[in-house]
């Protein structure tokens, strides 16, 4: 029989491109989600949903008779402002809900557990890429929330895997949360409209592609290695950098405000990928310039595809000027 994996926030950016990607591999994905961020839209049609919160401590007995074989725990409050003005909410959701999975996967035989934490935000301010031994400064309730939560599941004596995530981008991003700042721009840009900087736009951010970050989760779910990795480029582009490089594909005028810095932004975030690519064999596929590019452009005329293994996914490298026919 085919595996059965659970994906918590499966109906989300990240959970729903995992949630192909498993039944492209032949296994069968489960789904909980609130869809207070997901949508329904995202899945494809017949899998199997659940319509919960893993704040709710119901969730455990629900997780504890779905009898999954692993579990990928992408459930999140992934906004850092929205977790400076409600710290609660952000516990409940991030901490206690990380719990209540952990609690559940107790209770069921031989049951992995791949938890989708974040690497800038643990890490905080650094100088340069960040490993896996350097100090967490987190600055925001949810980085810190985040980071006890890898404790807990560190110290539950389960089969485990901590993914600690770059900046991630690439379909399916709402341009509606602060986080994803490439889906935001990108919305601004193809529609005209002023697009606001929070600070100087000399922040550094570590961009990395949902398709590689999606390969990364799957590769720590078939392992038998228990850890923590970082997932991202180890390479360093400032938020000006990126959206002058949007404004430049698209061929359109830029219209910028800046605004003061926000309650728990990081000012410069990087990871280092050294221990991922030794322990496991994993490196990014997708360059920047070209996963952007496709988002912006995806009818453009192809010179060249990239076809990530294992996976069902397709980035192109676009000439701008050179339409599809």
Request: net charge negative.
């Amino acid at each position: 029989m085919s595996e059965r994996i659970l994906v918590t926030g499966g109906a989300g950016f990240i959970g729903s491109h995992v949630v192909d990607a498993l039944m492209a591999r032949g296994q069968i994905p489960i789904v909980i989600d609130d869809f207070s961020s997901g949508s329904a839209a995202n899945l494809p049609l017949g899998v199997e949903t659940i319509v919960a919160n893993v704040a709710d401590p119901h969730i455990v007995d629900t997780i504890v008779r779905l009898k999954p074989d692993g579990m990928i725990h992408a459930a999140a409050q992934a906004s850092v402002p929205r977790s400076m003005a409600e710290p609660q909410r952000d516990r409940e959701i991030n901490l206690l809900g990380t719990e209540h999975v952990i609690a559940a996967a107790s209770r069921v035989k031989e049951c992995r557990v791949v938890f989708v934490s974040t690497g800038g935000g643990i890490y905080g301010d650094t100088d340069g890429p960040a490993t896996e031994q350097s100090v967490p400064r987190p600055k925001s309730y949810y980085s810190a929330h985040k980071y006890a939560a890898e404790r807990y599941l560190e110290y539950s004596g389960l089969s485990y895997a901590i993914a600690r995530l770059a900046n991630v981008y690439g379909p399916r991003q709402r341009s509606d949360l602060e986080g994803g700042v490439v889906s935001i721009f990108a919305e601004r840009l193809t529609q005209g409209q002023e697009v606001t900087i929070y600070g100087s736009g000399e922040q550094l951010r570590d961009f990395v592609h949902v398709s590689d970050v999606v390969r990364a989760l799957l590769i720590m779910l078939d392992t038998r290695l228990d850890g923590l990795w970082n997932v991202g480029t180890g390479r360093q582009v400032s938020v000006n950098e990126l959206l002058e490089s949007m404004a430049t594909v698209l061929d359109r005028p830029l219209h910028v405000r800046h605004v003061p810095s926000r309650p728990g932004d990081v000012f410069r975030s990087c990871l280092n990928v050294s221990r991922i690519e030794n322990d496991l064999g994993w490196i990014p596929h997708v360059p920047l310039e070209v996963g952007v590019a496709s988002l912006l452009q995806p009818k453009i005329k192809e010179i060249y595809t990239f076809a990530v293994p294992n996976a069902p996914w397709t980035a192109t490298v676009p000439v701008r000027g050179q339409h599809a026919e």
